[in-house]
C-alpha cells in the first residue's frame, strides 16, 4: 500500500531528515526546528523542502 511505502521510504531517511519530518508533523514552526538541530531557519526550509520533494518523487515513481 502507499502507506507502506512512505514508511518505507521515511525509515530510509538520515537520522536529521527524520527529526526534522517529525518535528514539522508535530506542528513545530520552522525557528523552533532551526533552535533544536542547530541551523539556520532558511536552512531547515530548504532541507524540509528537499525532503518532501524527494518523498513525493519516490512515492510517484512508484505508481508507475
Given at each position: 500500500s502507499?502507506?507502506?511505502e512512505l514508511e518505507t521510504q521515511?525509515?530510509?531517511?538520515?537520522i536529521i531528515d527524520k527529526a526534522l519530518i517529525t518535528m514539522?508533523?508535530?506542528g513545530l514552526s520552522m525557528r523552533e526546528i532551526a533552535d533544536v538541530i542547530g541551523l539556520?531557519?532558511?536552512n531547515v526550509k530548504v532541507k524540509i523542502?528537499?525532503?518532501k520533494?524527494?518523498?513525493k518523487q519516490q512515492l510517484n515513481?512508484?505508481?508507475q
Open positions: 502507499h502507506l507502506e521515511l525509515n530510509l531517511l538520515s514539522m508533523l508535530e539556520t531557519e532558511p523542502h528537499r525532503i520533494e524527494n518523498l515513481n512508484l505508481k
